[in-house]
């Protein structure tokens, strides 16, 4: 045999193997073309659950805020602040008892007779406004908002002086009244002459909680409205 003719026999073995390994390149290059729009989609897709996690977990957020702001409500926060900065108190104190003493509710009147947002009953409001020299007062202005306030914000400097700056102690005597507090921080069982150990009273016990506790949401929710 020939070189010529050997040349020609092998000629078509050559052009088959170019065809078979250009074959096999494209499918390689089909294959990772396929491995990265795979692996393409699977990122997109984590990232789709990462933003629907977050955007869930932000909208369960918001949501329970509001619904908090539903509970903890601040309908009178300019009068708040007013009496809160006249007599030296945190105006989310203040917004903490309105809430637990009325839930709000300017006209409110309790089976004792409390009357108003701060919940101040007649004698202790004629008091009150005797010593702010409100030459006008009457019974039935515990029921408008700023001078229910005004005196409730009065009543709490007072106990807070009276017991020293002790928050649960004022507290404890703006629900049970000074005498209970003060014959309490003279029983060794509760008190120490100058501070509470305990609080007998349930009732009154419950109350500090729930006010110190509303106090916390108030700054928690209204920071802006209440931290001028």
């Known amino acids: 045999m020939s070189a010529a003719q050997s040349a020609k026999r092998t000629q078509p073995g050559k052009a088959y193997a170019k065809k078979t390994s250009r074959q096999s390149a494209a499918k390689r290059s089909k294959k990772a073309k396929a491995v990265k729009k795979a692996s393409t989609r699977r ?14 977990t932000i909208g369960g957020f918001m949501a329970n805020r509001m619904l908090e ?3 903890y409500k601040l309908i009178y926060a300019d009068e708040i602040l007013a009496c809160a900065d006249e007599f030296s108190l945190d105006p989310c104190l ?8 009325s839930s709000n509710r300017a006209a409110v009147v309790s089976p004792k007779g409390a ?15 005797g010593k702010l020299g409100m030459a006008d007062y009457s019974e039935e202005k515990l029921m408008e908002p700023l001078i229910n306030i005004r005196l409730g914000c009065w009543y709490l400097r007072y106990l807070s002086d009276k017991y020293g700056g002790m928050e649960r102690t ?36 419950a109350y500090v909680d729930k006010v110190l506790s509303a106090k916390e949401k108030y700054s928690e929710l209204y920071e802006k409205e209440l931290c001028k």
Do not use: F
Not at 94 to 101: D, G, Q
Not at 115 to 129: D, V
Not at 184 to 205: C, H
């Open 43 to 56: 990122i997109i897709i984590a990232l789709v659950g990462i933003a629907a996690i977050i955007m869930l």
């Open 69 to 71: 702001r539903r509970t």
């Open 94 to 101: 203040v917004a903490a008892v309105i809430h637990t003493e």
């Open 115 to 129: 009357i108003g947002l701060m919940q101040i009953m007649p004698s202790t409001g004629e008091w009150i406004a």
């Open 170 to 205: 004022a507290l404890s005597a703006y629900n049970a009244g000074p005498g209970n507090v003060d014959k309490w921080l003279n029983d060794p069982a509760y008190g120490d002459g100058k501070r509470l150990i305990s609080i007998p009273y349930v009732e009154t016990a």
